[in-house]
């Protein structure tokens, strides 16, 4: 069973900036797209950002554009980043890391392996 952790949410101000980790099982290293999925309060979980398996081809949604950069680390394929910036209240929520054997894709149905959550709370 793959595995995924992530660490590094928290409460931050308007305006700030937040970045979190998932580490992945090593089942997972170069044979997975992962991505970033995050629940706001009430809403569905939704896309974040991406990273293709086969080409490191990264992807965002709309609102993650610009502010958002998802990463790989460097001396390992185990881990990805999201680095975010200028946080507002609407980024609050519990950002999950997901993978698939298939390709980056926004629906989250499509990751049968997912991560605890990391909060993230953004004051105004």
């Known amino acids: 069973q793959a595995q995924l952790v992530e660490s590094g949410g928290g409460l931050v101000q308007a305006g700030g900036s937040r970045r979190l980790s998932c580490t992945a099982s090593?089942?997972?290293?170069?044979?997975?797209?992962m991505a970033w999925f995050r629940r706001a309060p009430g809403k569905d979980r939704e896309f974040v950002a991406g990273v293709s398996r086969k080409n490191n081809a990264t992807s965002y949604a709309d609102s993650a554009k610009g502010r958002f950069t998802l990463s790989r680390a460097n001396t390992n394929y185990t881990t990805i980043y999201l680095q975010m910036n200028s946080l507002t209240p609407e980024d609050t929520g519990v950002y999950y890391c997901?993978?698939?054997?298939?390709?980056?894709?926004?629906?989250?149905?499509?990751?049968?392996?997912w991560g605890a959550g990391t909060q993230v709370t953004v004051a105004s």
């Open positions: 997901a993978a698939n054997r298939c390709d980056v894709n926004p629906d989250p149905a499509q990751y049968p392996h």
């Open positions: 090593a089942r997972i290293v170069g044979n997975y797209a």
